[in-house]
Nanobody, 125 residues
Framework: QVQLIESGGGTVQAGDSLRLSCAVS????????VGWFRHAPRKAREFVAV????????TYADSAKGRFTISRDNAENTVHLQMNSLNPEAPALYYC??????????????????WGQGTQVTVSS
């Protein structure tokens, strides 16, 4: 069982930066990939970024490339999502999710077994 807790959300202005963090419980010895997803009201949950167990491989959504960076510190059991040059958007929940794999980098939400409760991000114009 993996438990995840997101933090770092808030309300910022367009062009600002935010750093989201995902604290992962220590109850598992399995290797796992961690992804970030965004869920806006009345829209489907959408992929943002994913990082593999070692941190050596990452995949980003096209909308995140060049602006967002996903990283992880396995010693601290934490995954971060640095978001720069944020675009105006309606309030959305950002979730981190985990899947037990040491190589696979899934982008589809339904493939992830464990989810956090989300942290809200609002970017005003």
């Amino acid at each position: 069982q993996v438990q995840l807790i997101e933090s770092g959300g808030g309300t910022v202005q367009a062009g600002d930066s935010l750093r989201l963090s995902c604290a992962v419980s220590e109850r598992t010895r399995s290797k796992y990939a961690v992804g970030w997803f965004r869920h806006a009201p009345r829209k489907a949950r959408e992929f943002v970024a994913v990082i593999n167990w070692t941190g050596g491989s990452r995949t980003y959504a096209d909308s995140a490339k060049g602006r967002f960076t996903i990283s992880r510190d396995n010693a601290e059991n934490t995954v971060h999502l640095q978001m720069n040059s944020l675009n105006p958007e309606a309030p959305a929940l950002y979730y981190c999710a985990a899947i037990g794999t040491d190589t696979f980098l899934p982008v589809r939400p339904r493939l992830y077994a464990f989810w956090g409760q989300g942290t809200q991000v609002t970017v005003s114009s």
